[in-house]
């Protein structure tokens, strides 16, 4: 599935603490982004990287930051963990050359205590 | 930005019978508009897509269409299997980079 990875797949953190994961990709995609899926909400949009060190927020960005420093790697940080953030965090990508839709990682189960 | 509806939340259908999920979206620059399959614990997955310069697409027991006037997309699966049963979720894209879900349907198919 487009060489699109996760880190970590399960984290239990507590309130307040600083989180960061991990998406990562093998296959040089320019488009890479984070989503958060909850009851009831479905996939909502938080950030996302169309190349290197080239950021935008999505819907549901606040309490949250992302970094792009190589093509590969896209990093979402919780700076300081709430209950609310407690979710699935799925990234994904775009697969432009097949013009098709997302790819989306195995996904993260955030759960913040 | 787009706003996307999906209706209903939830639907059970007895195996064999069809299922239909509704999607509603608001942009009128919205023209690519896939559809997902989620099973429980698993990733989304792409199952079918349409853009706007089609009506129709069928690939096997399942088919997408579109009402471009009315602004409104529709996913049919016939003769449901109970490997059918999964979460739905309909996007849009304006941009063609950046969907936009609807909150899913979760569809459970009764053997």
């Known amino acids: 599935d487009a060489g699109i990875t996760q880190s970590p797949r399960h984290k239990v953190t507590e309130t307040g603490t600083p989180v960061t994961l991990r998406c990562h990709q093998t296959?040089?995609?320019?488009?890479m982004y984070w989503y958060r899926q909850d009851p009831g909400h479905g996939l909502r949009l938080i950030h996302y990287?169309?190349?290197?060190?080239?950021?935008d927020k999505g819907e549901v960005s606040d309490g949250y930051s992302v970094s792009r420093s190589k093509t590969e790697d896209f990093l979402l940080t919780l700076e300081s963990a709430t209950s609310s953030q407690t979710s699935v965090y799925f990234c994904?990508?775009?697969?432009?050359?097949?013009?098709?839709?997302?790819?989306f990682g195995s996904g993260t189960r955030l759960t913040v205590v | 930005g787009e706003n996307v509806e999906q209706h209903p939340s939830t639907l059970s259908v007895q195996e064999g019978d069809s299922a239909v999920i509704k999607c509603t979206y608001s942009?009128?620059?919205?023209?690519?508009f896939p559809w997902y399959k989620q099973e429980l614990g698993k990733r989304p997955q792409l199952i079918i897509d349409?853009?706007?310069?089609?009506g129709e697409k069928k690939d096997q027991r399942i088919a997408v269409t579109l009402n471009k006037t009315a602004k409104h997309f529709s996913l049919h699966i016939t003769e449901t299997q109970p490997e059918d049963s999964a979460v739905y979720f309909c996007?849009?894209?304006?941009?063609?980079?950046?969907?936009?879900f609807g909150t899913g349907t979760s569809l459970t198919v009764i053997p």
């Open positions: 296959e040089n995609h320019r488009y």
């Open positions: 942009d009128s620059a919205s023209n690519y």
């Open positions: 990287s169309y190349g290197v060190k080239d950021t």
């Open positions: 994904a990508i775009l697969e432009v050359n097949r013009d098709s839709g997302y790819t």
């Open positions: 349409i853009r706007s310069n089609v």
């Open positions: 996007a849009a894209s304006p941009t063609g980079n950046q969907f936009y």
